[in-house]
């Protein structure tokens, strides 16, 4: 080895170092800020009331009606994109496992929804809600915010349940089930873990996607009472509160936005003390 | 116990099952109709290359004109992909190839939570850190007096934003090169530094170019981070420190007033369905380099 070629190694190591280094030293600036200025002007009162009459202008009050409003709209988007995601991604691993150019298909068309931003969602959804006479609501948000989660529920599920051995599903047949009950008795309960992962990644991204719910969630100061009234989200309730001028105000958007880091850094460790949790019922081969 | 027998579970599941996958596989189809659809409107009026190549954009007296945005969202992706793949492929590289794999286990972690923070929290990240450092520093090392809220803010936080997802296809990659050809190259006489250049770089390529092309089609259609630090001004930037406009900030911002302005709606969704297409095109495009790379 020649000098040049030492020295080039070390160099290129020395970046590699470096990059890395910056990349965790970034996720650590990150969310070093948002809870240095969030616990600086977080209080009992902003997460336990609604706001009250001059809260835009720096008067007292909270953010209740955002974080149940999140939490409802996208509690509700989880459970519609799990009970269509579920029989998809076991139907793609029991029914059509012999046809693997269309369970190839499916997936590439599942991967190209994903990428599809989310305001595209948010646009479809506005659209979707015109057609069916719908007015901006928690229910017009929550159907927006499944179909856009949709894809990620369902590619999750599949990476797991696609891992099973077939041999599970043979022994299953030689019993006497039919591929249904296969596919709802036996894989499911194979790949629980996965499963619960799948739906706190999905719930994950659904509480944090401000701009799919900007068009059709709305916005209001009251709590979610209904399925047709509008509802506040923590996303936007942070966009607004940031756009105005009234410190306060701008103080309070830095707590809103901690409150929904938190929220989302508390779901995926759930996920991942959850995944480890429910192995027991899992066959190992 | 069940009001129903076996054959009707079965059928009742197998419908379920049948129902769900039509929807989901239709749903591409819906968006991509629903969206044009709304804005034949607009398209009734005008033509396509009129709507992309003018510059003026005055709603109120019917002048269209999406190049400034077309441009803001073409300066903000590319500059954010310039800061973001050698970062990420350089890391990508050390994690898979030098570290041992203890450090592969803190960085999936440290990946997954930079991929959960919601783009709000970014875009705020942006306003607290990222514009103030460019209008206090940046601005005045290169002697521009600027507000900060700027192409170059937007490239940054989008950057930021588009690591964890570029990495995880980045890892996947390097770890699928098969061993094999690794020991090959290091018999031969090859140092380490020589075989990742020479022969793992050379195999992942059409991978790498996939995971570029993904994050690149991510960051075009990243809305509220951008909007809340691009600085929203209808203009085409001279240079990276001006403010300037994208896609999906110009949809996002003005869904309020957009039912009170004839063919303003479908000015808007025709912006979604550009962003539609300019989606679907290039993952497209990329998938086929996954399955070129596949095939070796």
Known sequence: MTRGQKIEERFFKVLMFLSTFFILAILAIIIYSIFEKGIRSISWEMLTEIPSGGYYYGKGGGILNAILGSLALASGATVIAFFVGLPVALYINVFLIRHKKIVGMVRFLLDLVWGIPSIVYGAFGFTLMIFLGLQTSLLAGTITVALFILPIMIRSIDEIVRTAPIGLQEASYSLGSNKSETAFRILTRQSVSGIITAILLSFGRAIGDAASVLFTAGYTDHLPNGLLEPVATLPLSIFFQLASPVPEVQNRAYASALVLTLIILLVSLFSRGLGKRYHKTKINF | ?296
């Open chain 2, 1 to 296: 116990m069940y009001i129903l027998n076996r054959q009707q579970r079965h059928f009742v599941n197998s419908s379920w099952m049948i129902i769900s996958l039509l929807l989901v596989t239709l749903l591409p189809f819906f968006l991509f109709f629903g969206l044009y659809l709304k804005s034949t409107y607009l398209l009734h009026d005008y033509s396509v290359f009129d709507l992309i190549f003018s510059k003026t954009w005055k709603p109120a007296s019917g002048q269209f004109g999406f190049y400034p945005f077309i441009v803001g969202s073409i300066w903000v992706t590319l500059l954010a992909m310039l800061f973001t793949a050698p970062v990420c492929l350089l890391t990508a590289i050390y994690v898979t190839q030098y570290t041992r794999k203890i450090v592969l286990r803190i960085m999936h972690p440290a990946i997954d939570i930079l991929a959960g923070i919601p783009s709000v929290v970014y875009g705020l990240w942006g306003i607290l850190v990222i514009v103030p450092f460019i209008s206090k520093y940046l601005g005045p090392l290169f002697g521009i007096k600027t507000m900060g809220y700027s192409i170059l803010a937007a490239a940054f936080v989008l950057s930021i934003m588009i690591i964890p997802f570029i990495l995880n296809i980045l890892i996947e990659i390097f770890r699928s090169i098969p061993m094999e050809l690794k020991e090959a190259a290091l018999s031969l006489g090859a140092t380490q530094w020589q075989t990742i250049k020479q022969v793992i770089l050379k195999k992942a390529l059409p991978g790498i170019i996939a995971a570029f092309g993904f994050g690149l089609a991510r960051a075009f259609g990243e809305t509220m981070a951008v909007l809340m630090v691009v600085g929203n001004v209808v203009k085409l930037p001279g240079n990276i420190f001006d403010p300037g406009y994208t896609l999906p900030a110009l949809i996002a911002n003005n869904y309020g007033e957009m039912l009170s302005i004839p063919r303003y709606d479908s000015a808007l969704m025709f912006a979604a369905f550009l962003l539609l297409a300019v989606s679907l095109f290039f993952n497209l495009i990329m998938h086929f380099f996954i399955v070129k790379y596949n095939k070796y």
